[in-house]
C-alpha cells in the first residue's frame, strides 16, 4: 500500500527536527527544553498510533510504502514501508521515548551538564531508530543502522558515571568495528547484484533483491552469499548482543544513565535482532540455514551464560545488564529456529523485553539515585519504607523470571515451543534459564527488599523515599503493559504473526510436521 501522505518520513523527522529545535533552545531556559522534548516525544507516540490504527494486518505485507529516487547511479533510492514485525518495534520505540525522557527529566541537570544536548541526543536516538525500521532500502538502513551510534556514545560519555568515558570508547569500537565488517558486505551484495542477469543494474532495493532470491534469479555462488550473510550477520550480533560479542554490553549499561541504559538496551540494540531477521534470513536465506546450528547453539549459550553471571553480580544494574545478555539469547534462538512459533515469539520478545527491562531498570536507578549506591548488599528492608517501590520492583523483576500472567512468559513459551519442534536438546538446556533467573531475581529481591532497614535508610541523608508522583507516571504505564499482554497478548500477535508468515514463506522454511508414536498394541485394537 503505498500512502499518499508521508506518514513514515514524517515519524522519524519530527524527533530529529525536534532534536535540532532542542538544541537551538537559548542555553538558559532548561525548563521550556524539557517540556519541547516531552512534547515531541509525544507526537512521535500519536503518529505511531495512528499508523498502527491505520494498519492493515491482513493487507498488503509493506504498507505506508514511500519511494523517491535518491542516489539512481548506485541503485539506491529513498524507500520505506512497514510490516508486521516492524510495526511492533515502532510501537515499542514510541511508546519508551516518552517514558524515559520523564524518568531521566532530572539526569542532566543533576551533573550540571547540558540538558538540551541530553534531550536532543536521545530525540535523535529515536528518530534514527525509526528510520532503520522503516527504510526498505539496504544501504538507507545501513547509514542509519551506523549513525545511531554517535549520539548514542555521547549520552553514555557525557551523562553517565565515572568509568563512563572507557564504556563509551567501548560501546563504539564494538559496534564500529562490526559496521565495518557489515559495510563490505553492504558493497558486496551491491556488487552481486550488478554482476547478475536478474537486474538491469546494481541495486540496494530490498523488495526487489528478495524477489529475485526467493525466485531463483539471483543466485550467486554459495560461498559469496555465504560471506555476505556472515558480514551482516557479525554486525547485528555485535547490536544485538550475542555471546561472545556481548563484552562491551556491561559497562555501557552500568555506566550510563538509567534512561539512556534502556534506550539503549530495550530499543537501539532491537535493531540488531530485527535486522537478523529482516536482512540476513531473507537475503541469505541458504546461508541462514547453513549456519543456522551454530547460531542457535551461541545463542543457547548466551541464555545460561548471562544468567549464570547474573546470579555472581553484587552490583544491581550490572545484574539487570546481564540478564539482557540471556534474554537477547531468547530472541535470536528463536529467530533462527525458523518456525512459525520461535519467530512469532521473537518479535514479540523484542517487545516484551523492552517493557519488562525498562520497568526493571528504571526503578532500580530510582532507587539508586536516593541511595548513592548500586550495591546490592548496600540495601534491606525497602519494602517497609518503600512499599509501592518494592512492589513494582518485584513485578517488574517477575515479568524478567517470565512468570505466567506477565508478558514475558507468552513470548519465551512460544520460543521454546518453536525450538523444541527442531532442536528438543536445545529447547530443553535453554529452559534451564527459567531456574537460573528466578534465583538471581528472586534472591535480588529477597537481599534488597526484606529484612531489617538499616539505619541509615530509615533516616538520614540516604533515606529511602517512596516513588514520587514524576517516577509513578513512568512506572505504572510500563507495569499496566506487562499485565495486560501477560493476559491478552492476541492484538500484538495479530499483527505479527502474518509477518512472519510471509518470512517464512519468503525462505521456503515451514513447521516440522508433529509426529506421534502410535504403539503397535494400539494399531491392533482399531
Given amino acids: 500500500m503505498v500512502s499518499a501522505f508521508p506518514w513514515l518520513s514524517v515519524l522519524w523527522a519530527v524527533p530529529i527536527l525536534g532534536a535540532g529545535a532542542v538544541m537551538l533552545m537559548p542555553a538558559t531556559r532548561r525548563t521550556l527544553a524539557k517540556w519541547v522534548a516531552l512534547a515531541v516525544a509525544v507526537a512521535v507516540l500519536v503518529l505511531t498510533a495512528v499508523i498502527a490504527v491505520r ?63 541530553y534531550f536532543a541526543l ?41 568509568n563512563r568515558s572507557a564504556a563509551a570508547v567501548r560501546f563504539l569500537l564494538y559496534n564500529l568495528f562490526g559496521g565495518l565488517i557489515m559495510l563490505a558486505a553492504v558493497i558486496g551484495l551491491y556488487v552481486a547484484t550488478a554482476g547478475s542477469a536478474a537486474f538491469d543494474a546494481g541495486t540496494f532495493d530490498f523488495r526487489v533483491i ?51 541504559a ?87 520478545y523484542m517487545v516484551n523485553h523492552g517493557i519488562s527491562t525498562a520497568a526493571l531498570f528504571l526503578i532500580a536507578g530510582f532507587l539508586v539515585s536516593r541511595r548513592g549506591s548500586r550495591m546490592i548488599d548496600a540495601y534491606g528492608g525497602v519494602q517497609k519504607v518503600a512499599p509501592v517501590l518494592a512492589g513494582t520492583f518485584l513485578v517488574a523483576g517477575l515479568a524478567t523470571l517470565s512468570l505466567p500472567g506477565l508478558a514475558p512468559f507468552i513470548s519465551e513459551f512460544l520460543v521454546l515451543i518453536g525450538t523444541f519442534t527442531r532442536y528438543p536438546v536445545l529447547a530443553v538446556i535453554a529452559a534451564t534459564a527459567l531456574v537460573l533467573s528466578a534465583v538471581y531475581i528472586l534472591w ?27 517516577e509513578l507516571v513512568v512506572v505504572a504505564p510500563l507495569i499496566a503493559l506487562l499485565l495486560i499482554l501477560g493476559v491478552y497478548p492476541k492484538p500484538a500477535l495479530d499483527v505479527i504473526n502474518p509477518a512472519v508468515e510471509h518470512t517464512l514463506t519468503t525462505i521456503d522454511q515451514r513447521d516440522p510436521a508433529p509426529s506421534v508414536a502410535v504403539s503397535t498394541e494400539a494399531e491392533g485394537g482399531r
Fill in 210 to 260: 528478495v524477489a529475485a532470491v526467493s525466485s531463483g534469479e539471483f543466485a550467486p555462488s554459495p560461498a559469496v552469499l555465504n560471506l555476505l550473510f556472515l558480514g551482516f550477520m557479525f554486525a547485528f550480533a555485535v547490536k544485538a548482543p550475542l555471546w561472545p560479542f556481548h563484552r562491551w554490553l556491561p559497562d555501557a549499561a552500568v555506566e550510563a544513565t538509567p534512561a539512556s
Fill in 444 to 470: 535480588m529481591y529477597q537481599r534488597m527488599m526484606t529484612g531489617p532497614v538499616p539505619d541509615e535508610l530509615a533516616d538520614g541523608a540516604h533515606r529511602i523515599r517512596d516513588l514520587v508522583p514524576r
Fill in 122 to 162: 536521545t530525540l535523535a536516538v529515536e528518530g534514527m531508530v525509526m528510520m532503520s525500521l522503516v527504510a526498505l532500502d539496504v544501504l538507507l538502513f545501513y547509514v542509519f543502522f551506523e549513525a545511531m551510534l554517535i549520539p548514542m556514545y555521547f549520552l553514555i560519555g557525557g551523562f553517565g558515571g565515572e
Fill in 262 to 348: 534502556v534506550l539503549m538496551m530495550a530499543v537501539m540494540d532491537k535493531v540488531g535482532t530485527f535486522g537478523m531477521l529482516r536482512y540476513c534470513l531473507q537475503l541469505f536465506p541458504d546461508a541462514s540455514t547453513l549456519f543456522r546450528p551454530v547460531v542457535i547453539t551461541l545463542a543457547v549459550i548466551g541464555i545460561v551464560y548471562g544468567a549464570i553471571l547474573a546470579i555472581g553480580q553484587t552490583d544491581v544494574m550490572r545484574l539487570i545488564a546481564y540478564t539482557s545478555i540471556s534474554h537477547f539469547g531468547f530472541i535470536i534462538l528463536g529467530i533462527f529456529v525458523m518456525t512459525s512459533q520461535g519467530q512469532s515469539g521473537s518479535t514479540l
Fill in 55 to 117: 494498519f492493515d494486518p491482513t493487507g498488503a505485507q509493506y504498507q505506508f510504502v514511500e519511494s523517491r529516487r535518491w542516489i539512481p547511479s548506485f541503485g539506491t533510492g529513498y524507500i520505506l514501508g512497514v510490516d508486521g514485525i516492524a510495526l511492533a518495534l515502532v510501537v515499542l520505540t514510541a511508546v519508551l521515548v516518552p517514558l524515559l525522557i520523564v524518568a531521566g527529566w532530572n539526569d542532566a541537570g543533576a551533573q550540571r551538564r547540558s540538558v538540551h544536548t
